[in-house]
């Protein structure tokens, strides 16, 4: 990308029903492996391998892309709903133009992923009209639509104010009790450390570290791995306002994966 390296060899397996979340200070090329992974960012080499096919990243042409991205499908940080469509609309747009369904259909299995998120009541709803938290679940309602292989999500809740991440959480964690197959990138240590399988620890395009989840914070042997947790609990620790903000959404969302341990975490520097 533009004359710079920014990913350095990155290897990695997935296995369906396996949850990846992907941790590493900002800048470390979480999002960049994402974007790769789902060609909206090209790939000066590698190869991705889904479902037994091989795609050459550098060479992919546009309809192998599209076959491809019919296994995937990606949540962004910022939602990316398109404003002049409800709810329903936006989970069903992808599903009448690029799939070719009949609308009723559509409409059919956008109402159930809506009703999966908690939102089928929203269905009329404008995004102006949604929280934050709730334009973020019709994101992952979108995505659950699309009926995919493995969900990307690059920190979906980043975005959003302290009181709405634990919905939006509670619905990931839904997702991947229900055995969907996720890469997460997060800054939400607590919850990575409760939905996911495994870690892969990312650091200057590298991965430093991919191992189990209970390995990863109990073993954490790496040194720049200990730093990194060490940096947030001392943040954490640091933060009184936060710390009373995870008790409020730990009280009310008594099922959620953000319950007890979660750490939630701000990042230090602003977004790119
Ligand atoms: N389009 C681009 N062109 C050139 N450099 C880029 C581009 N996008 C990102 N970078 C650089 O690549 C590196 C990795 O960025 P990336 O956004 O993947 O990091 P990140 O781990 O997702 O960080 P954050 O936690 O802040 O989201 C950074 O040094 C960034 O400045
Ligand atoms: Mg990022």
């Given at each position: 990308m533009g004359g710079t390296?920014?990913?350095?060899g990155v290897d990695l397996t997935l296995d369906k029903g396996e949850v990846l979340a992907v941790l590493g200070?900002?800048?470390?090329g979480k999002t960049t492996l994402l974007r790769c992974l789902n060609f909206l960012e090209k790939a000066d080499s590698g190869q991705v391998i889904m479902l037994g096919r091989t795609i050459n990243m550098p060479s992919a042409g546009r309809r192998e892309i599209a076959e491809y991205r019919r296994h995937t499908a990606f949540v962004f940080q910022n939602f990316?709903?398109?404003?002049?469509?409800?709810a329903l609309e936006n989970v069903t747009e992808g599903l009448i133009v690029a799939r070719g369904l009949a609308k009723p259909e559509a409409e059919q299995i956008g109402m159930k992923a809506l009703g999966k998120v908690g939102l089928a009541d929203k269905a009329d709803s404008y995004p102006s009209r949604l929280s934050g938290g709730q334009q973020q679940r019709v994101a992952i309602a979108r995505a659950i639509a699309a009926g995919p292989d493995v969900i990307m999500l690059d920190e979906p809740t980043s975005a959003l104010d302290p009181e709405l991440i634990g919905e939006v959480l509670h619905v990931i964690k839904q997702l991947a009790d229900d055995g969907m197959t996720m890469i997460i990138v997060t800054h939400e240590i607590g919850f990575a450390r409760s939905v996911a399988d495994r870690i892969l620890f990312m650091d200057g395009g590298n991965v430093v570290v991919q191992t189990g989840t209970k390995d990863f914070f109990?073993?954490?042997?790496n040194k720049r791995v200990r730093e990194f947790l060490g940096s947030l609990s001392e943040r954490i620790g640091l933060n009184e306002h936060d710390t009373q903000n995870q008790k409020n959404d730990s009280a009310s969302h008594?099922?959620?994966?953000?319950?007890?341990k979660r750490g939630r975490v701000r990042k230090k520097g602003g977004r790119k």
């Open positions: 390296e920014i990913l350095h200070p900002s800048g470390s990316n709903l398109f404003a002049n469509k409800t109990e073993k954490n042997d008594s099922n959620s994966a953000s319950h007890g």
